[in-house]
């Protein structure tokens, strides 16, 4: 038990357009997600903790019109990168927090890619 | 809560010795901790986890130790493979809120 999909796993798109990415706990509900940047060889920064059927709270310097985020069921929240840069190329990584024993688990993770 | 980019720090062992991974934990209140690890180009894979009303928890080769007088972690893995070899985080929250993660130890098991 206690797995979290994160898809796709690998995108590559190009300058200006944007890209979803989707985080899903399978089973187990998630009122709370997290959403994470991670530069290589370096720790986990949290981004924004996505709370469902409420806006998202964005840590300080994390653009909240960049990095949209949508929490609409128990079991799924998305990050859409809008008008991805090159800059915005890094591995994206989500995590969900089980409602009822508070445990947090997490996705596999999404290189992002901006040529 | 975050944790800020550091260069890591590596840990290495002799397969079949025992690895002891350690962390310093912020806040004194926190009331939750836990182990993950991170192959990489993937997720991080939790490990286990413990409370502060415990000092020691046992899982399948791995313990973990928690010292609350010096707010101190760490992580013993009993006879190391090298499938181990990976970058290890603590993390640390406080009523289920606000998980803070450590900066990482890379542990590198040699032949």
């Known amino acids: 038990g206690a797995v979290v999909s994160q898809h796709p796993s690998w995108v590559i798109c190009k300058s200006g357009t944007s890209v979803k990415i989707e985080c899903r706990s399978l089973d187990f509900q998630a009122t709370t997600m997290f959403w994470y940047r991670q530069f290589p060889k370096q720790s986990l920064m949290l981004m924004a903790t996505s709370n469902e059927g409420s806006k998202a709270t964005y840590e300080q310097g994390v653009e909240k019109d960049k990095f949209l985020i949508n929490h609409a069921s128990l079991t799924l929240s998305t990050l859409t990168v809008t008008s991805a840069h090159p800059e915005d190329s890094s591995f994206y990584i989500c995590?969900?927090?089980?409602?009822?024993?508070?445990?947090?688990?997490f996705g596999s993770g999404t290189q992002l890619s901006v040529l | 809560g975050e944790s800020v980019g550091l260069h890591l720090p590596t840990l290495s062992v002799q397969e079949g010795d025992n690895s002891i991974i350690n962390c310093a934990y912020s806040n004194s209140a926190s009331d939750y901790f836990i182990w993950y690890k991170q192959e990489s180009g993937k997720g991080p894979q939790f490990i286990i986890d413990?409370?502060?009303?415990?000092d020691k928890r046992q899982g399948q080769r791995v313990t973990v130790l928690l010292n609350k007088t010096v707010k101190h972690l760490s992580l013993q893995i009993a006879a190391t493979q090298p499938g181990d070899s990976a970058v290890y985080f603590c993390a640390e929250a406080l009523r289920g809120q606000n998980f803070v993660f450590g900066p990482g130890t890379r542990l590198s098991v040699l032949p």
């Open positions: 413990i409370r502060s009303n415990m």
């Open positions: 995590s969900a927090r089980n409602d009822v024993n508070e445990k947090l688990f």
